[in-house]
């Protein structure tokens, strides 16, 4: 795993999180109009809440859109609960000179909302994988 470096505002955004929702959380990423947290193994129906009331309070709390990704030391299943809500048909990996590329599969209604406008979506995909599993580019076939 590469290693994490966190900013205090990531900082700050992990423990705020972690107080009002009681999930332990591994890792956080903040962009303009949304925060994706990376939580523990098991701890994903924490972070939620029942009826999703966790998640409602960070979102009007941080003023952004909220995501909880729940980790896996598996790779395969990582990158699928990076994906969700949108269901993975297959996921491989290759081994190039320059690092490990993984390939997803998913339906192809699916495939332009996981890219997301701009790339966005990917993006953060991708550097979810880089930070938790060395894996070096996320391409969508």
Known sequence: ???????????QYINLASMHTGASIRD??????????V???GHLGIAIGSKAKNLEKLRSLFKKSVKFVEFDEDRTR???????????????????????IARIEVQAKDKSKLIGKGGRNINMIR???QRHHHIKDVQII
């Open 127 to 129: 550097k979810m994988a």
């Open 1 to 11: 795993m590469a290693e994490i470096i966190l900013s205090n505002e990531t900082v």
């Open 28 to 37: 956080c990423v903040v962009e303009d109009d949304r925060v994706v947290f």
């Open 39 to 41: 939580v523990e193994k």
């Open 78 to 100: 990582f990158v699928q609960n990076l994906c969700k809500p949108y269901e993975v048909t297959k996921v491989n990996f290759e081994d190039n000179d320059g690092g490990i």
